[in-house]
């Protein structure tokens, strides 16, 4: 294992042959990776590196595999990601910044109508690449989530270093596969986890309500489509929840980029105004309620936002 790590953190590929070369270093002795034999010095060869994973990838593994880490291995990952982090930064920040990405597996996939393929636990997963083209496509392979410790509010910068790390197949939603909620009992106590849109959306018994009863405390982002004025006119009838809704990035209430206000000549109506649905609301226009007259304008929030009746 820690050929293996030293590996991905040169950035060099992950085969067992790289594994093998990272370990021939001056603490060859240290390491185990030198021994005396009978007949002298013995180098590590590849074989026995094959062979030593073979037996750990055995002793950790499930019984039936379903995509997720055994118990075991998930307690091998974050002792090894814990024994990582300097003692001064231990508990320099309870803040961890959440995420998944990609990690497309070394096998292909399997042909069409078949499930068997190099990589049992493998599976289709959809990702968003930043380049130009289309914005969503499909990968076959794995989600790596990883928390990483980040800079409190109001406190001094920290290095940003994994704290948890989690892969699992695409078959398992990546916010129930990756579990923070253990860190507590581990002496690690839990303050902001800021997350993105796709933790936004995830099923709350799965994410929000476990991370808060632990302590947590969530600060996460919007889906684009789900901000400005068009997602107010269904969002819950409180000021509390139309107050959630950040403002859209570039707009400002007194930048004169909002719909003017009708001539004051023109007579109210007093006719209820249809509600404005998400399909058919203008993107700068301000959401409408039944009640809502143009004589009469809804009070605006400081952000700009319309309070909803």
């Not at 990776?33 to 990838?57: I, K, M, N, Y």
């Not at 920040?93 to 990405?101: N, R």
């Not at 990035?249 to 009708?262: E, K, L, Q, V, Y």
């Amino acid at each position: 294992m820690p050929g293996m790590l030293l590996v991905l953190a040169d950035r060099r590929p992950a085969y067992l042959t790289e594994v093998h070369r990272v370990l021939a270093r001056p603490d060859q002795v240290r390491l185990g990776v030198l021994e005396d034999w009978h007949t002298g010095p013995h180098l590590l060869s590849c074989r026995q590196v094959e062979r030593t994973f073979g037996l750990a990838a055995d002793a950790l593994a499930k019984d039936q595999p379903d995509g997720g880490l055994s118990d075991v291995l998930t307690r091998t990952c974050n002792d090894l990601l814990e024994a990582s982090v300097p003692a001064q930064y231990k508990k320099a920040s309870t803040a961890l910044a959440v995420d998944w990405t990609d990690v497309e597996s070394f096998a292909r996939p399997p042909r069409h109508g078949t499930t068997g393929c190099a990589g049992p636990e493998a599976s289709w997963g959809h990702r968003t690449p930043n380049p130009p083209g289309p914005k969503g496509e499909l990968f076959f392979g794995y989600y790596l989530s990883a928390g990483t410790m980040m800079r409190e509010e109001r406190g001094p910068e920290v290095p940003e270093l994994a704290r948890r790390m989690t892969l699992s197949s695409c078959r398992l939603d990546p916010g129930r596969a990756f579990v923070l909620t253990g860190m507590p009992a581990g002496g690690i106590p839990l303050g902001d986890v800021l997350a993105g849109s796709g933790c936004a959306h995830r099923d709350a018994g799965a994410w929000a309500i476990p991370l808060r009863a632990a302590g947590a405390q969530l600060v996460q982002d919007l889906h684009p489509s789900d901000r400005g004025p068009a997602a107010l006119a269904t969002a819950p009838s409180s000021p509390t929840a139309a107050c959630t809704a950040p403002p859209r990035p570039g707009r400002c209430p007194d930048s004169g980029r909002w719909a003017p206000a009708p001539p004051a000549s023109r007579s109210p109506r007093t006719t209820p105004s249809p509600p404005s649905w998400p399909g058919t609301s203008s993107a700068g226009s301000p959401a409408t309620t039944p009640a809502a007259t143009t004589a009469s304008r809804a009070p605006r929030l400081s952000h700009g936002y319309p309070l909803t009746a």
